[in-house]
């Protein structure tokens, strides 16, 4: 039985592969902060995915900055596999901190490397990084392949270019196999409202539903590629079982507008919403409902451009060339946009049917405010 360990087990991406290796047989340890609020939403997450009720699954307390600790559980667990979410990724995060974010994207990814090679492991032991995708200005459209990866706007370009060639470096200089992978943006159904999908799926419902009444947005002319969880963990999975160790770009090569995102997920709800303005003057209004349970009229204001959400600088993932991906691994999406945009809104009716249940029974509820 081949054992894995998996840093930033709490993600979407820890428990998406988590499941995924636990089908396939592994032996799986997770490494989770103590600072780390373990959510209901996110419990839910581990009890779908069969881990904490699975005995192959295990649990275990640290930090990537605790070297000593990190170090023992390497040497206890001595794992085939190890899979480093420990990362910054949540866009907001780094420009308010920057320094915490250099700290987890850079030197925790050396400590990784380095604790395999003071355990005696780097001939036994594979490593996939959790790398950021190249990202741009709207002014500034790049194609993003994996030899085009040392160039970023990410708020901590230092981090990221670091985490890229300290992997090169182990992999060229100590023979240790380990590979960036570079994914592009894949949303779990279950996640919270931290993401942009979540912000407009959520708000949606609780349009349609009563619970809100405009969803503000800070742009709907920005692009991205977004994939499915499970597609995406299965790609990260093959990374690690090829011969060559070798960094690779997975995505979609897909590419929505926030505008279209938008449109299809009122769509999924039953409700035909067009767009008219420009720039901050755009509004998102019902042209009809074709539910009668949604208290929706023609001409109702469901989406505008709030300054408050604007961003100095606009960042957006750049144009994927995933063809090596398609190529050396086999893999390609499984799942479209609107199967993603379909789970997501559904467990969204589910997340707020008590609400629901409230307004219906004449009990107040406090509306959210975007």
Not at 8 to 23: H, M, T, V, Y
Not at 137 to 155: G, L, R, Y
Not at 214 to 241: C, F, K, M, N
Not at 274 to 289: H, K, P, R
């Amino acid at each position: 039985m081949k054992r894995a360990l998996i840093t930033g087990i709490r993600g979407q991406d820890g428990f998406s592969l988590a499941q995924l290796l636990l089908e396939k047989g592994y032996e799986v340890h997770g490494i989770k902060r103590h600072a780390s609020l373990f959510s209901y939403e996110q419990a839910d997450i581990s009890y779908q995915a069969g881990c904490l009720n699975n005995s192959s699954f295990n649990m275990h307390y640290a930090d990537l900055t605790d070297t000593a600790t990190l170090t023992r559980l390497v040497q206890e667990i001595q794992p085939d596999e190890i899979y480093n979410f420990g990362v910054v990724s949540y866009m907001k995060l780094p420009f308010e901190t920057p320094e915490y974010t250099e700290e987890v994207n850079g030197l925790c990814t050396l400590r990784v490397l380095e604790v395999v090679r003071a355990s005696n492991l780097a001939n036994s032991v594979r490593v996939y990084q959790a790398a950021t995708p190249q990202t741009k200005t709207a002014s500034q459209p790049v194609i993003e392949s994996e030899s085009k990866s040392q160039h970023t706007f990410f708020p901590s370009p230092t981090a990221a270019l670091s985490s890229h060639k300290l992997i090169a470096k182990h992999r060229a200089a100590y023979g240790l196999y380990a590979c960036n992978g570079y994914l592009f943006n894949y949303e779990f159904p279950r996640r919270g409202e931290t993401t942009l999908v979540h912000k407009i799926t959520q708000g949606a419902v609780r349009i349609a539903l009563g619970l809100q009444g405009t969803l503000y947005l800070h742009s709907l002319e920005a692009r991205h590629d977004w994939g499915y969880p499970q597609d995406y963990a299965e790609a990260i999975w093959r990374v690690l079982q090829q011969e060559i160790p070798e960094d690779y770009v997975i995505a979609t090569t897909v590419m929505t507008t926030v505008r279209e995102f938008v449109r299809l997920v009122f769509a999924e709800l039953g409700v035909d919403v067009v767009f008219q303005g420009n720039d901050t003057q755009e509004i998102g209004y019902v042209v009809a409902s074709h539910n009668n349970d949604y208290a929706l009229m023609p001409g109702q204001t469901v989406v505008a451009i709030d300054s408050t959400y604007y961003r100095a600088h606009t960042v957006e993932p750049s144009l994927a060339e995933a063809s090596k991906s398609r190529r050396q691994l086999g893999w390609k999406p499984r799942h479209n946009l609107h199967l993603l945009i379909q789970e997501m809104v559904q467990h969204d009716l589910h997340l707020f049917s008590r609400q629901t249940s409230l307004i219906k029974s004449g009990q107040q509820v406090l509306l959210q405010p975007n």
